[in-house]
């Protein structure tokens, strides 16, 4: 058993590192004005803001977000100030506070995503960008490119054209076709690192009313907390595996999805994840992260790990093949 104490948190973040792997779950802690109440963001390795559009938005009608056994169905869409109303107010206040700020970015172009992060890059206190590839809460088009390889090679392309140097990662989604084809097609294009995974889509029926419970069209919404976890944590497996194997280049990769305890945190790191993020959970109990960050030192101790990354990826070296079978 190693003190406690002794445990080194530090954690990669693209080719750097950070002072420990906890972020937040874009969306989740918005841009962290509310989270700053609870939590002192300078304490995070990173904290990775809500989803920033080109321009700003007002969201989906309600209901937004409804319980669900194991969950929460979401369905918010792009509630956010646009990217001018990022770069005036949120990103100056995250910089004057030392936050070091992952920007999450989407859109439903290509072109959209190589505009903002032109924009973003050097700006002070933006450590990373994480590309919303997947978005089951926002609308079908913008699940297309989580879907296709070929079109998320060619976004993450022209993000890191548009902004050299800053590290990017990919947010990949849980149940669009192959995550490790898409995860290889976007390491190829010089992602620096994988967040896993994103919501899974779902739907909930209120039955008084007889009609979907989410206000959203469709009434699909994005389905996060507990009940996504096992799926996410095979995502993050698979994908590390096929590191292991040579299918693509190794990089970090960021798992979110159910995360609720430093037992959840180091179940994904032994899955092969270099951080870990919460999401969900902040709803229910918004101090989390530190907890979970001081949890899973506990559990890091009591294995006897004198540091985070030696426990990535160790899940893998009982088995020989990427479905877990021996």
């Not at 097609?185 to 994103?198: E, P, R």
């Not at 959970?281 to 559990?299: F, G, N, S, V």
Request: include cysteine.
């Amino acid at each position: 058993m190693t003190d406690r104490q002794d445990v080194d948190l530090t954690a990669p973040l693209g080719s750097g590192t950070v002072p420990n792997p906890l972020s937040t779950a874009a969306g989740c802690a918005g841009f962290g004005r509310e989270l700053a109440r609870f939590v002192p963001l300078d304490e995070l390795g990173t904290l990775t803001t809500r989803t920033v559009l080109p321009r700003a938005g007002a969201g989906l009608p309600g209901p937004r977000i409804v319980a669900v056994p194991g969950g929460v169905l979401n369905a918010v869409g792009g509630q956010q100030p646009g990217i001018d109303g990022f770069l005036r107010r949120e990103l100056p206040w995250l910089a004057e506070r030392g936050v070091r700020t992952v920007v999450s970015i989407g859109g439903h172009r290509l072109e959209d995503f190589a505009e903002l992060a032109a924009r973003l890059a050097g700006r002070d206190g933006v450590r990373g960008l994480e590309l919303n590839l997947s978005a089951p809460g926002a609308a079908d088009r913008g699940l297309l490119f989580a879907a296709n390889p070929a079109v998320s090679y060619d976004v993450v392309a022209a993000v890191k054209a548009a902004a050299p140097g800053l590290p990017v990662y990919a947010k990949l989604a849980p149940d669009q076709g192959s995550v490790t084809e898409v995860a290889a097609a976007c390491v190829a294009a010089g992602a620096d690192g994988l967040s896993m995974v994103n919501t899974a889509r779902g739907m909930a029926i209120d039955l008084d009313a007889r009609r979907p419970a989410l206000g959203a069209p469709g009434g699909l919404g994005g389905l996060s907390g507990p009940a996504l976890r096992p799926i996410a944590v095979r995502c993050v497996y698979q994908v590390h595996a096929g590191m292991r194997a040579g299918r693509m280049p190794a990089v970090p990769i960021l798992a979110m999805g159910g995360v609720r305890t430093g037992r959840d945190a180091l179940e994904f790191t032994l899955a092969g994840a270099s951080g870990v993020a919460v999401g969900s959970e902040l709803l229910r109990d918004p101090t989390a992260p530190l907890r979970i960050l001081d949890e899973l030192r506990t559990e890091l101790a009591e294995r006897g790990f004198a540091a985070y990354t030696d426990a990535v990826g160790l899940a893998h070296r009982t088995t020989t093949t990427e479905d877990g079978r021996q």
